[in-house]
């Protein structure tokens, strides 16, 4: 699992890297016959405005990418912050913070991220990034706040207390290298539910705006000309669906290579 989400997550990082500096040809530049089939020229063909269809797929690469590590950056950072702070807390405050995540968590991440979007001056790629990382944040809250109530009723933890740590070194020390394994595996999957957000929002309209070659935008794009040009639909559906195989696979092999227990049961 872990070799296969490798090799899939890694060819798509490399053609995103690829498009810094080379593209076969000017993602907005008109180069060739609407909707023009598959050829030397043009692999997966032109779009109905003459676009070279592939370039368009490989910069969503870059932006599904972007976006994906943008939004767990941002929802692992505030989520870790804040399942700390709810896991130290006591009484009102514990269950305020508490029952915000599970009101958050009850809502799907994408009504989350549309609403965030839709509050906003208007659809960009930073706002995707910022909305889809806060509607994250909750379920990696809620996570840590778990992971870390469990950790603090270790006996490790009340040595530490008795031999003088601060709550801060505590956390350091103890809490975090603890957690961090079963964090980490959780935000690879985020990861993939970011992308998968991106993707919807674009679809909807709600996501980076043209010229930026986003997979759902190109998808809605392409809806209205599935039967007379199915790779419209078929290129970058069968990206998307690769780069989030990819992460999940990545996902179950770290799982299983940070989980001794789990191993050992194999």
Known sequence: MLVIGCLLVGLHVA??????????????????GRLSPPSWAHWA???RLGRDYFTQVMIGSRIALTVGAGAVLIGGVIGTVLGLLAAFARGGADDGLAATFDILIAFPTLLLAMLIVAASEGASLSTAIIAIGLALSAIV??????LTKRVLTQDYITAARCSGAGWPRIVLTHVLPNILPTLLVALALQFGLA?????????LGLGAPPPNASWGQLLQQAQSTVFTAPLGV?????????????INFLADGLRD???PEREGAA
């Open 257 to 259: 290579l940070l989980d």
């Open 45 to 47: 063909g032109t779009d």
């Open 195 to 203: 992308v998968i957000a991106e993707a919807s929002l674009s679809y």
């Open 15 to 32: 053609v995103a890297l690829l498009t810094l500096v080379w593209t076969p040809y000017d993602p907005a530049g008109m180069v060739g």
């Open 234 to 246: 078929i290129v970058p559906g069968v990206a998307l669906l690769t780069l989030v195989l990819g």
């Open 141 to 146: 809250g809620r996570l840590v706040r778990i």
